[in-house]
């Protein structure tokens, strides 16, 4: 009997206290100084409350167990529902400050009228029986104009005819625009970018012609709240915006969005993905980020009702009183996400779409499909990774974004690790010692 090589075991920030988790037996715990003195010595008052709740454990019983929890998870990843994306443009009228696709520049455009039948046939032969629903992304695919809108109306066509829920990932500007158009549809969300109040969030995301955005946003937000669609509101954080967090917390508290029931929102960190930033000083790595969002919720706890960050699994079993499954894998692409763009090619997922040399194949003209790339993709998980194998942190981490891992070492069965340790130190002291509700 030993100390699982799955235990997560370390002190609380800004706590005496200390905190034991092990997602295989899914048992958590915050212990004393005294108790946690246990552990540190392997000196144990009560032997049988470890035992019990898995934090001690016979090697073999926890190899069959971590086989048992993994050939779950399988099964799980195989029932569920698979995220369709699809780039009808790379297009957009913005000139965001970090915008990731701006070298994106695909000549060849065939016709779309020949292309989406194609992509819904796709669809229905090689998902068949899988559910799934489908998501509108870009570039910026609710633009002026008839082709923008033509095509956007004949993928809610193809989604309606297969009772397929749709998303719409859009910045925003011509929302209202398109609202009589996606009530057609069965939506499932709106995810729309606001990066801070007016000012801040102009600065960061002016049209191409430099003038602002802000006010037809909110204008296309509130006419969707109104008309009974989802928003997933996402806040793009760097230096240049995270002080003005708390600013568009209230003012989407004074809307009257934070406690719209059909209103939600997401952080995303600005982080290099395939081009360089101009200015890397302004990029937070993972840690210092949620270091920052700690330190500002502490100071205005009124922010929670805007956010709530997950910090790892911390605020799952806030929410959920009981730990999450196992996470093997955190990478959805060509698992369950995959990417299809208006030139006929196939991806993993949306950190790869429209980027040169990483097309797993095509649905038009033809279908051509590159299995061995594919089976890259969906063989990685945390038992193929080296890096992971005697990691303790694995089934927190799950290996973390496959694009961002293959970026970095060029390969796609590499790790991209996440600060799971410091996360969670947040996460439990935020939500389970500090009081903030």
């Known amino acids: 009997m030993y100390f699982s090589k799955h235990n997560i075991f370390f002190k609380i920030r800004d706590s005496q206290n200390y905190f ?28 049988e409350e470890y035992r019990e709740k898995g934090y001690l454990i016979e090697e073999q019983e926890e190899k069959r167990l971590y086989r048992q929890r993994y050939l779950d998870f399988l099964d799980a990843r195989e029932s569920s529902e698979v995220q369709i994306f699809f780039v009808p443009t790379y297009s957009c009228n913005f000139s965001c400050s970090y915008c990731y696709q701006d070298e994106y520049s695909w000549q060849d455009q065939p016709p779309l009228n020949e292309v989406i039948p194609a992509f819904f046939s796709y669809l229905d032969r090689e998902f068949s029986g899988k559910k799934k629903y489908l998501t509108i992304f870009g570039g910026e695919p609710l633009l002026p104009g008839e082709k923008a809108k033509l095509a956007v109306e004949q993928l809610i066509a193809g989604a309606v005819a297969r009772r397929l829920d749709l998303a719409v990932v859009t910045n925003g500007y011509h929302l209202s625009d398109y609202i009589d158009l996606l009530k057609k549809a069965s939506i499932r969300e709106i995810r729309v970018t606001l990066d801070g109040t007016e000012q801040v969030h102009d600065n960061r995301r002016p049209l191409k012609n430099g003038r602002g955005s802000f006010s037809r946003i909110v204008e296309g937000i509130d006419l969707a709240l109104n008309e009974g669609l989802a928003i997933n509101l996402r806040v793009v954080v760097d230096k240049d915006n995270i002080t003005d967090l708390a600013n568009l917390a209230d003012f989407a508290d004074k809307l009257g969005w934070s406690s719209n029931p059909l209103f939600k929102t997401q952080l995303g960190r600005n982080y290099e993905l395939h081009t360089c930033q101009v200015n890397r000083s302004r990029l937070y790595d993972r840690v210092s980020l949620y270091e920052e969002i700690y330190r500002l ?14 910090y790892s699994i911390a605020h799952f079993l806030f929410e959920n009183g009981e730990l999450p499954d196992p996470l093997f894998d955190s990478c959805p692409g060509a698992k369950t996400e995959w990417a299809f763009d208006y030139t006929g090619r196939i991806y993993s997922c949306t950190a790869t779409v429209g980027k040169n040399g990483e097309s797993l194949g095509t649905f038009y003209p033809r279908v051509v499909k590159d299995d061995e790339a ?64």
């Open 20 to 47: 034991i988790i092990n997602l295989l037996s899914r048992n958590a715990d915050i212990l004393t100084p005294e108790k946690a003195h246990e552990v540190e010595s392997g000196k144990y008052t009560d032997i």
């Open 297 to 310: 919720i502490r100071e205005k706890p009124q922010l929670l009702k805007f956010h709530r960050p997950a």
């Open 374 to 437: 594919i089976e890259l993709w969906e063989e990685r998980d945390v038992t193929v990774i080296p890096e992971c194998l005697d990691c303790s942190l694995q089934l927190a981490c799950g290996g973390g974004c496959a694009a961002v891992a293959k970026n970095k070492s060029g390969k796609l069965h590499s790790p991209d690790c996440r600060p799971v340790k410091e996360l969670l130190e947040m996460g439990i002291s935020l939500y389970f010692e500090k009081g903030v509700h």
